[in-house]
């Protein structure tokens, strides 16, 4: 595989090796000043010691490897062009097992994004960045936090890989997350942490429809950030759920769609929305069939957000797939854990327990108004009773009064309508009374019957509440060691990426890490070693195209006047065929 001698031109064209050499003596002398009496090797090793054992494991995947352990059997030639002999699997463990103890995951990631970022992009202007998620499944028996894994179709225990890119794509940093973790509450600190890491303000982020929620969108109005993203394509939303903002426009480089700008034709929503709406349609037609969303910048047309979103798939979606076909991306390293509560669990626990707690709430409310009919029931009747007894006694006089004026033949005509009108009276009381009685009644029952039901409800939200087991521990990975192998694996992929864009011929420029492994990496030949200069001569190609494509690559290599670390000339060729 002396191809990968390109690959150690790269590393110091780029910076990283310093970088990483720094990173090491530091985190060393930080973790030997905290445990004075710790021995183990990676603090006093020196630094070609350590460079290659961190060679191997940057170079696992270029030797068809995918875990240290594969090591253990192996019979290639591996590095040892390099070195002299290939390291088994037991040292590269301990090694990675000891950069675990010193922490080394998160600093080397920062460090090497440092180096990435000024070697990509020269000079302070900001950036805008892609970020997505790459989630990669850890199979296992054993209890732990679960997600979804898109790649399998299923729910499973796994990790969430954050990988953020570039303009171009070129990869900046990754981080390892829960995978229950989710876009919205790590986002907006990740940009943030991001701009202090690289020392570039960050101008906005492009992410995916994960992102085109609306709690994603507070966040981001909240910190005044910008970023843009896209609703899902479900549900389709017709033109008449937005009200059109200004004429529609040609999208750029695409006559074929329109954008315009949009707000929600429901005021109440339109209102608490923080997020903006491009809306795209294919020219001649009414719906929109893309809806961009975000907090988007003011200075972007909104003619460029179509094909500026588009740059996703080829600079992030293709990268994260590159990455899993050639550098090991969905490999775990390290199977150490905590037992912690689920956090799943409680999550359901808590929105049962709120859905609880809004049917106690109900239910105190009809108790409550049970009650206070219930008590207006005798106060009620008793004032009917009393207001009934007051007419019939006053019936009763004028009765006593007809009779007499009867008797005595004076006029009863009053008298007479004063009877009848305490009748009426009475009749409208007991009416009235009775009326109000059975309106009672109903409101009671009414409410007797939403109790019941009430009741019932709680005690099935209680029981599935209670049935939520949130006292069992489940396991969760330690990421520390697969954090440090992630580092390595962006790392490998940049330095390909260099390689790629600065050495290669122009026809191999476009060569995704995979491929150039088998036609460049791979390649097998021969390495002299003089004290000024390295001489590498590669075999020759069976095919003419590829032996010309390697020619000029050599040519251009060598036109660098690139060197190794100790400051000796590298000159690459390749052989001719007979």
């Given at each position: ?16 090796a ?117 989630v990669?499944?850890h ?7 679960s ?143 893309r ?11 909104i ?36 037992e ?23 239910l ?74 059975e ?43 697969d ?18 864009e ?9 060569l ?67």
């Open positions: 595989m002396l191809g990968y001698f390109s690959l150690e031109a790269a590393k110091a064209e780029m910076g990283v310093e970088a990483v050499t720094g990173c090491v003596e530091t985190e060393s002398q930080v973790y030997q000043a905290a445990h004075p009496s710790a021995t183990f090797r990676v603090l006093s090793s020196q630094p070609e010691t350590i460079w290659g054992k961190f060679d191997h494991l940057l170079y696992l995947p270029l030797l068809n490897l995918i875990r240290p352990r594969d090591l253990y059997y192996y019979q290639g030639d591996g590095l040892q062009s390099v070195y002299g002999f290939t390291y088994k699997y037991h040292p590269l463990e301990q090694f990675l097992g000891q950069l675990t103890r010193l922490e080394l995951g998160q600093p080397l990631a920062n460090r090497l994004a440092r180096s990435y970022t000024q070697a990509w992009y020269c000079g302070d202007e900001t950036l805008f960045v892609f970020a997505d998620w790459h990669k499944p199979w296992t028996k054993w209890f732990s936090h997600g979804a894994v898109t790649m399998w179709g299923r729910v499973m225990p796994g990790t969430k890989q954050l990988l953020v890119n570039g303009p171009e794509g070129h990869l900046l940093i990754g981080w390892n997350y829960p995978i229950d973790s989710h876009f919205s509450r790590v986002l907006v600190e990740m940009e943030t942490k991001l701009e202090t890491i690289v020392e570039r303000a960050i101008a906005y982020t492009i992410v995916d429809s994960e992102g085109g929620g609306l709690p994603l969108a507070e966040r981001y109005a909240e910190a005044k950030r910008c970023y843009l993203s896209v609703l899902p394509r479900n549900p389709v939303r017709p033109l008449s759920d937005f009200k059109v903002q200004g004429p529609w426009q040609t999208v750029t480089d695409d006559p074929e769609h329109e954008v315009v700008k949009a707000i929600w034709a429901d005021p109440k929503k339109a209102a608490q929305d923080p997020r903006h709406l491009i809306l795209m349609r294919p020219v001649s037609h009414t719906d929109p069939t809806i961009y969303t975000g907090c988007i910048p003011a200075d972007i047309p003619t460029q957000i179509p094909p500026l979103f588009r740059q996703r798939w080829f600079h992030q979606e293709w990268r994260i797939r590159e990455l899993v076909k050639g550098a090991n991306l969905n490999v775990n390293y390290g199977y150490t854990y905590d912690v509560p689920n956090r799943t669990r409680h999550r359901e626990w808590q929105e049962v327990q709120e859905k609880v707690e809004v049917t106690a709430g109900k105190a409310q009809h108790t409550e108004a049970l009650s206070n009919l219930r008590l207006q029931l005798p106060p009620f009747r008793q004032t009917y009773l009393q207001q009934k007894a007051d007419l019939l006694a006053e019936l009763q006089t004028h009765q006593q009064d007809l009779v007499q004026r009867q008797q005595t033949g004076q006029p009863t005509v009053r008298c007479q309508q004063g009877v009848l009108r305490r009748e009426q009276q009475l009749n409208k009381l007991t009416t009235r009374y009775q009326k109000r009685r309106t009672l009644l109903n409101r009671l029952y009414q409410h007797r019957q939403q109790c019941r039901q009430l009741q019932t409800k709680l005690v099935e939200q209680q029981a599935a509440r209670d049935a939520i087991d949130t006292d069992t521990l489940c396991r969760e990975r330690l990421l520390e060691k954090q440090i192998m992630l580092n390595l694996q962006l790392l490998l992929i940049n330095l390909h990426d260099w390689t790629s600065h050495y290669f011929a122009p026809q191999w420029q476009q995704q890490l995979d491929t150039a492994s088998r036609l460049i990496y791979q390649k097998p030949g021969r390495v002299r070693w003089y004290p000024d200069r390295i001489e590498v001569k590669l075999e020759p190609y069976r095919y003419a195209d590829q032996q010309q494509a390697m020619e000029d690559t050599c040519d251009r290599f060598n036109a660098a006047n690139l060197h190794w670390r100790d400051g000796r000339l590298l000159r690459i060729h390749v052989a001719r065929g007979s």
